[in-house]
């Protein structure tokens, strides 16, 4: 059992920075890709930036310039800094955990943080 759990969101200024984290807890077997999603309301849920076991990265392109994901293999985290936060960036963001399992795999979602970013 595979369980994901987020923190770091807050209210924040325009311009100003959060850094979301997210452990995952459980059985962690590779491939795998961590990563972060949002949803503002009324919109679709969406990819912010996702990270692969292999070092491989991707980011929405509203995001590349400012946001930058990490891994801690060790601690099976992943994080999300934030800079320059505009107020399009309100949502909700949810971790996200992908793993490899037989020939298929396994995604999971964390509870979510709220980020708010005021003018």
């Known amino acids: 059992q595979v369980q994901l759990v987020e923190s770091g969101g807050g209210l924040v200024q325009a311009g100003g920075s959060l850094r979301l984290s997210c452990a995952v807890s459980?059985?962690?077997?590779?491939?795998?890709?961590m990563g972060w999603y949002r949803q503002a309301p009324g919109k679709q849920r969406e990819l912010v930036a996702t990270?692969?076991?292999?070092?491989?990265?991707n980011y929405a392109d509203s995001v590349k310039v400012r946001f930058t994901i990490s891994r801690d293999s060790a601690k099976n985290s992943v994080y999300l800094v934030m800079n320059s936060l505009k107020p399009e960036d309100t949502a909700v963001y949810y971790c996200?955990?992908?793993?490899?399992?037989?020939?298929?795999?396994?995604?999971?979602w964390g509870q979510g943080t709220q980020v708010t970013v005021s003018s």
């Open positions: 996200y955990y992908w793993q490899k399992r037989s020939f298929f795999g396994n995604t999971y």
């Open positions: 459980g059985s962690i077997f590779s491939p795998n890709t």
């Open positions: 990270y692969t076991d292999g070092g491989i990265t």
